[in-house]
């Protein structure tokens, strides 16, 4: 079944440590998307894809970085956590004419 | 860039019809989307507009007037597990590429 997969969907770990939140979907979208929304709060897109070996910053600042070298996945890194980073982390995929279509989350915890 | 207002709250009773307004500003306009939220889960997708005129899928319409920078998302028969945020979005295009951009979301809560 065609779908998009987000893992961890919870993690708490300490400050300084570098994670990898790990994205992938099986629906063939050539776009990718991470969100950041905090609890309330509205989601910001802050990296976007069009393809492989194309990733872009999105509208909101962010220090992950992110790669993507094969279509189906586009993970997200934080070299260095903080408790600032603590957020809910969006990931989404879409094509030219569908919506964005969105993974589970992963709820991120810095301590 | 887009501004995209919408009510930050909204109540209304079960069995009810409900209409959530946004209205949107954007230099290259892609489609207008509505998604549903409920605390802590990720959206999912209800409605897609891309043309001026109403769409129904079942207890949900959606309409867009692009003249106007206008949509609403209408709920009918409201129950109560529809109580969620409801976040339009505008899709637009920036030379080659498209993204989204998202309301604020308006929190809808349904009594009884």
């Known amino acids: 079944e065609a779908d998009i997969y987000q893992t961890p969907r919870y993690l708490v770990i300490g400050t300084g440590k570098k994670i990898t939140l790990e994205c992938s979907q099986t629906m063939g979208h050539d776009k990718m998307y991470w969100y950041q929304q905090d609890p309330g709060m509205e989601l910001h897109l802050i990296h976007y894809s069009y393809g492989v070996n194309s990733t872009e910053k999105g509208d909101l600042s962010s220090e992950s970085t992110v790669s993507r070298i094969r279509t189906e996945h586009f993970p997200l890194t934080l070299e260095s956590a903080r408790p600032s980073h603590t957020s809910q982390y969006l990931c989404a995929s879409s094509d030219v004419s569908s919506p964005d279509f969105f993974g589970p989350g992963t709820r991120l915890t810095v301590l | 860039g887009q501004n995209i207002d919408q009510p930050t709250e909204m109540t209304a009773t079960e069995g009810a019809i409900v209409q959530i307004n946004c209205t949107y500003q954007?230099?290259?306009?892609?489609?207008l989307f509505w998604y549903q939220q409920h605390a802590g889960e990720a959206p999912t997708f209800l409605s897609y507009n891309v043309l001026d005129g109403l769409e129904e899928k079942g207890r949900f319409s959606s309409f867009l007037s692009r003249s106007k920078g206008y949509s609403y998302l209408l709920l009918k028969e409201l129950q109560m597990k529809d109580s969620a945020s409801y976040l339009c979005a505008v899709r637009d295009w920036a030379g080659t590429a498209s993204k989204l951009t998202f309301g604020t979301g308006t929190r809808l809560q349904v009594t009884l």
């Open positions: 954007t230099s290259g306009f892609n489609g």
